[in-house]
């Protein structure tokens, strides 16, 4: 067999778009499994070595997360009846490098639970929404959730509501902050049972890879000494080790095409150079994201596939979910140092359902947190009280101790899949190749604002009992307008006309396309997805490596 | 810039606004405070003031000291006083 580098005109077994937190699994788990894989990856190969603690640079300037400024502009409107306007900052945020956000993410990895790929079932149907059960259970993927842990490089411990496990987490917990004391000591306190917050950063060497050193710059940040557990520093090397795998970064895709017989034939890309290629292939699969999955599908459209690829059930694109937050800051009298190491290191996850008494759908969990990510430029500039002066002599006194005294309690919450919510094309704007920017139209569901209110609240009263001596914070009332969480736009079901892939992550209308990312999720889990999108993946990987074994691709 | 001036010049007799006391700064500050204008100077001079001194301010990390950040590129715990006294007298 041919080995990597491979030629366009040559068919691979698999082209995979996208390189993040699924796309550098399937590539690996595919690559190992002997067949031929391209991964065409629209960002840049960056090493550990290239991170920096640049704030102006990484937050402040689009870094790794490009937008407008990059020739990348991306259009919001809340309803069909408005006119989308660009944003300055990107609705749909998604990191673009080798490793995706895998790379700059918190690194939360909560599993999924039972309830969450069967609520329809327990709860009923909800009215104007696509509320729906997923095609698998908890107990298909937890050998999965599983293998991400053992694979990928997993800190915990179980918690005291976790779903059952088959197996412990391969390294302890990570060492507690004061944000975490604060929360763990206020839960327990109120009745609550917090536990460390399971991480994709390693506490310990893991398969030769050095423990976390504690900087501080996780979320937005890439790790340069790879103790977060990106695909960049776990899967990928692995994946290239093979001699089966190439790693093509610089390109991006324009569309995939399809023969005669309505099969994916070659995905058409621009490398480095800017120059048109096209890679044959004897299967698609597409890891590209909530966002731009179904953006590729909607712009591969074709005479026998008007609507967009695989789209005859005309889901491509809808039920676009950002999970909700509610976010609550806390002044106290001794030194935090919130800014110093991960993100966050405890969580109460006692209101994963919340009841059904209270009028309203939701759920999610709390953890703990910086005010602002623990950077400087963006607590001066935003991490103050939020009635309190934003310039001048007290704006100035108050500082340093919103950065050194404070820390915050976020919420995280369910999303509702709704037709109305979508990702589409923009008619009126392009990006730098002439492609329509991503639209969105996006407008939480009423149950999901009154579900982050409900989280608010419990924070506030967490706070209190925490000793927090000033206390502000907000939800997004009027409705989000952006996010990272990417979820539910080609999601996954048994029935062709009213989901988009299979319960393999094959597309019902095309049998050698798959798509596993965010887009696959039926529901929107509690607020942390990639440890679900992981495990996606690696089940994928089995199903359609099975699949081609058998020459059912 | 030029429009802060004459503001300054008319409301004090033919000063500029870096002339003026810092009292009256405020008050001419205070009036523009919701305008684009000012929104954009506050955050170019928070951006110069908490930056990495490499893109050019934030001189000897005076931003940095100001607000208590301390750019080390790697902590031991304990980070806080709640977790020092969390690992000393424990939940």
């Known amino acids: 067999m041919a080995r990597a580098p491979f030629q366009t005109r040559e068919p691979v077994d698999f082209v995979i778009v996208g390189s993040g937190a699924a796309g550098g699994i399937l590539a690996k788990e595919l690559s190992t499994q002997g067949f031929s894989v391209v991964v065409v990856e629209q960002g840049p190969h960056l090493k550990p070595a290239d991170f920096e603690h640049d704030e102006w640079a990484y937050i402040a300037n689009e870094g790794l997360a490009w937008g407008r400024r990059k020739g990348h502009p991306q259009t919001f409107r809340k309803s069909e009846s408005e006119i989308a306007q660009v944003a300055d900052t990107a609705p749909l945020g ?66 005291p509501t976790d779903p059952p496990r088959s197996r412990g987490y391969p390294c302890a917990p990570m060492p507690v902050k004061s944000p975490g004391v604060l929360l763990e000591r206020a839960g327990k306190q109120l009745g609550y049972s917090p536990y460390p917050a399971p991480v994709a950063i390693l506490s310990q060497p893991y398969m030769g890879r050095p423990p976390c050193v504690h900087c501080g710059f996780c979320l937005g940040f890439g790790c340069e000494v790879s103790a977060k557990s990106s695909t960049l520093v776990t899967m990928i090397p692995l994946a290239e080790a093979t001699g089966n795998c190439e790693i093509r970064s610089g390109c991006t895709v324009s569309r995939i095409e399809t023969d005669a017989a309505g099969r994916a034939s070659e995905v058409v890309y621009w490398d480095v150079d800017g120059t048109e290629q096209a890679q044959r292939a004897r299967a698609v699969v597409v890891c590209a994201n909530g966002a731009e999955t179904p953006r590729l599908l909607l712009l591969s459209e074709s005479g026998r596939f008007p609507d967009g690829l695989a789209n005859s059930s005309g889901m491509v694109g809808r039920n676009l979910m950002f999970n909700g937050w509610s976010w609550i800051v806390g002044m106290f009298p001794e030194p935090v140092h919130a800014y110093k190491s991960i993100p966050s290191t405890r969580v109460i996850h006692d209101f994963y359902a919340l009841d059904p008494a209270l009028g309203f759908y ?27 002066p934003n310039w001048g002599a007290e704006y100035k006194a108050l500082l340093k101790p919103v950065f050194t005294h404070s820390a915050s309690f976020v919420g995280h919450t369910t999303s509702l899949p709704l037709s109305s919510n979508t990702v589409t094309l923009d008619p009126n704007v392009e990006d730098r190749w002439g492609r329509p920017a991503l639209r969105t139209t996006y407008m939480d569901h009423p149950d999901d604002l009154a579900t982050m209110q409900f989280f608010y609240d419990r924070s506030a009263e967490l706070m209190e009992a925490a000793g927090a001596t000033r206390v502000w914070g907000e939800i997004p009332t009027e409705g989000q307008d952006v996010s990272v969480h990417l979820l539910g736009t080609c999601r996954m079901g048994d029935n062709a006309e009213e989901s988009v892939v299979d319960r393999s992550h094959r597309a019902h209308d095309v049998p050698n396309l798959f798509l596993c990312d965010g887009s696959s999720l039926v529901t929107s889990g509690r607020g942390q997805p990639t440890m679900t999108i992981m495990a996606l993946a690696f089940r994928a990987a089995d199903h359609i490596g099975e699949a081609a074994r058998r020459g059912e691709i | 810039m030029s429009s802060l001036d004459a503001s300054a010049s008319a409301a004090f007799a033919g000063a500029t606004f870096v002339t003026v006391s810092p009292e009256r700064q405020d008050a001419l500050l205070t009036d523009i405070e919701s305008s684009d204008f000012f929104a954009t100077v506050r955050f170019l001079t928070l951006a110069g003031m908490f930056s990495l001194p490499e893109h050019g301010g934030n001189r000897d990390e005076i931003g940095w000291r100001l607000l208590g950040f301390e750019p080390r590129h790697g902590w031991q715990p304990p980070f806080g006083s709640y977790d020092a006294d969390y690992a000393e007298r424990g939940e």
């Open chain 1, 94 to 159: 998604y990191a673009h490098n080798v490793g995706g956000s895998s790379a700059h993410f918190s690194a939360n990895l909560w599993r999924f639970r039972e309830r969450d790929f069967m609520e329809r079932s327990l709860l009923g149907p909800i009215a104007g929404t696509n509320f729906a059960d997923w095609p698998i259970s908890y107990a298909d993927l937890e050998p999965y959730y599983t293998k991400v842990d053992w694979e990928i490089g997993v800190s915990g411990v179980a918690g």
């Open chain 1, 362 to 388: 939701g759920g999610g969990g709390i953890d703990s947190r910086s005010a602002t990510d623990g950077m400087p430029l963006a607590s001066a500039d935003w991490g103050g009280p939020l009635d309190g």
